[in-house]
């Protein structure tokens, strides 16, 4: 058994009953063949081994109390995995879903991603199984300082940085910046996403979308092509898939679905700004669902309890969530005429839908390096806030736009390199576990 299949083996035993874990390394591990083929100094050191431990796991009570006067408990969870190039980065999840083996995925892709950005992050995640939808300003607000009332403790601004993700957005991080602020009576940029008028950065919202349009511009590249006049599907409803809308429609692109976790419309006469607008104000606004759509625009069909992915595109945006694109799914993208993938979300395509897209050699973006450039603009918000200055939006999309190009050029260069032309799901791992595995070298067994 070589090395990699032993690691892999340890793993299951050691994270059973967690799928999403144990997919996420396998994605990962099962492309560095090559790389400790040549490099025979990591499989010495055991940096594989290691790799895939978190160097801490935090799980914790969450205790509030409701606007009847009930108590509630939820579980929180920080899983800091690794800081080998930076001080520990990525979002907290609030949602029903969130399990010990969703948030060892994200983190897990967390470091790698941010090993991408050229910015010097580590990687994290965490959240709790709060869902904050129903809920009210002050229940949410309750929530957010009863769970930083624990989380403080091991987050700080050179020690570890979440920011929002599903579930927390600018409204759960103001409540969670004012509780740590008063624990710990000092104003440091120990959160991203903050508001522009105490810490924010500009385009910071629009990051994670744009970033994976920027993407997408980067692989057109490589075979001369433009998003002008692609007929483009986007899954989700929230901030990636807002964004993401809003900077195709800037390049020239006609999108035809959004979703939600309820269902699917799909408006053959396209998603324009002034229809993208009404969308903002009832996901960011109103809280409402996707399917009133199709009362304001008549011309749009709702399909309930269904993913965009049968519509015929050019371009597709997974932007919603996890596994959201089967075998069945990308089969159906193929079949009509698909020829780009672009993940906005975080590992939004399973293993089967991966292999199916890869072997049709279309243009697909691993989210890891897709969809970087959300926590790309959080790295330059802290930077900001480090230098207590405020960049123009310009001077933060024109970063973001050359970080994402240089995510994309480590992507396909090093997939060259290792005789993989194309394939930027290998491009991606490799060029990302290499940066982090010479840094743990360096800095010893620790």
């Known amino acids: 058994m070589d090395v990699i299949q032993e690691v892999l083996q340890t793993v299951k035993k050691r994270n059973q009953g967690e799928p999403e874990f144990l997919q996420a390394v ?37 205790p509030w109390m409701d ?39 994200l983190g897990f892709e967390q470091v790698f991603k941010n090993s991408l950005t050229t910015l010097a992050m580590g ?54 910046f004012g509780q740590y602020k008063r624990l710990r009576n000092e104003f440091t940029g120990v959160l991203t996403g903050k508001g522009l008028n105490w810490g924010g950065s500009l385009i910071r919202p629009e990051a994670t979308g744009y970033g994976a349009v920027y993407f997408a511009q980067e692989m057109l590249k490589t075979r001369n092509e433009t998003l002008e006049g692609k007929v483009c599907t986007v899954s989700g409803a929230g901030n990636v898939a807002q964004y993401t809308v809003e900077k195709l429609l800037q390049l020239g692109a006609k999108i035809v679905s959004l ?37 304001e625009y008549k011309a749009a069909k709702y399909y309930p309890d269904k993913r965009p992915w049968g519509i015929k595109c050019d371009c597709a945006f997974p932007s919603a969530t996890q596994n959201e694109i089967s075998g069945d799914d990308a089969k159906a993208l193929l079949d009509n005429g698909c020829f780009l993938v672009a993940e906005g979300a975080n590992m939004p395509t399973d293993p089967e839908g991966v292999e199916r897209f890869l072997a049709a050699k279309i243009l ?83």
């Open 259 to 295: 979703s939600d976790s309820n269902g699917t419309i799909y408006d053959k006469d396209g998603i324009n700004q002034e229809k993208l607008a009404w969308v903002m104000d009832l996901k960011n606004v109103r809280r409402g669902r996707i399917s009133l759509y199709i009362e």
């Open 123 to 176: 990687g994290a995640k965490g959240g709790s199984d709060f869902d904050p939808k129903g809920k009210s300003d002050n229940e949410v607000m309750r929530f957010c300082q009863s769970f930083m009332t624990e989380l403080f403790r091991h987050v700080g601004a050179d020690c570890d940085v979440p920011a929002g993700d599903i579930g927390v957005g600018g409204r759960e991080i103001g409540f969670l």
């Open 67 to 105: 606007d009847q006067g009930r108590i509630q408990i939820n579980r929180g969870f920080r899983i800091q995995f690794s800081s080998a190039i930076g001080p520990y980065k990525g979002g907290l999840r609030f949602h029903p879903t969130v399990c010990a083996s969703i948030l060892k995925f």
């Open 364 to 446: 697909y973006g691993p989210g890891k390096a897709t969809n970087a450039g959300g926590v790309a603009v959080s790295g330059l918000e802290m930077a900001q806030n480090a230098m207590r200055l405020g960049w123009t939006k310009e001077e933060v999309d024109n970063r973001l736009h050359m970080i994402m190009s240089a995510i994309h050029k480590s992507c396909f260069e090093t997939a060259e390199e290792y005789n993989q032309p194309g394939n930027l799901v290998a491009g991606a791992n490799i060029a990302g576990f290499m940066k982090v595995a010479d840094a743990m070298l360096d800095q010893g067994l620790v």
């Open 26 to 62: 396998t994605e990962v591990l099962e492309t560095l063949g090559p790389v400790l083929a040549r490099h025979k100094k990591y499989k010495d050191a055991q940096i594989l081994d290691r790799i895939v431990e978190p160097e801490r796991q935090i799980f914790f009570r969450v």
